[in-house]
């Protein structure tokens, strides 16, 4: 699969962490730091949905159990993590890959 559109920045100006779904899979798109970034949105602990948690600082945290990972890395201090995927933005529209 190439970069497929799943948001628009303004998507992301009122909320930095959005879910989004694309073919009935949710992922977690935020903005930090200037940055879009993309992770899988099922936390791997108990299957929360990341993207409908919070953003603190750079952490997604899963809004069931507070679960944090890193939104640039996936990584949390457990060394667990979740996938992350490239992100492109062409003009106003937020792009992931999901090869």
Not at 36 to 56: D, K, M, R, T
Not at 74 to 82: F, I, T
Not at 88 to 96: Q, S, Y
Request: contains cysteine; negative net charge; charged residues 20%.
């Amino acid at each position: 699969m190439a970069f497929v559109k799943v948001a628009t920045l303004a998507d992301l100006e009122s909320n930095p962490l959005i879910e989004v779904m694309v073919d009935g899979n949710p992922y977690a798109l935020c903005k930090f730091d200037g940055a879009v970034h993309a992770l899988n949105g099922i936390c791997p602990h108990q299957g929360g949905p990341l993207g409908q948690g919070e953003l603190n600082g750079a952490m997604v945290t899963c809004p069931w159990h507070a679960f944090e990972f890193d939104c640039r890395t996936g990584k949390n201090e457990w060394d667990e993590s979740v996938e992350t995927y490239p992100v492109k933005v062409d003009g106003a529209d937020i792009l992931i890959d999901l090869a």
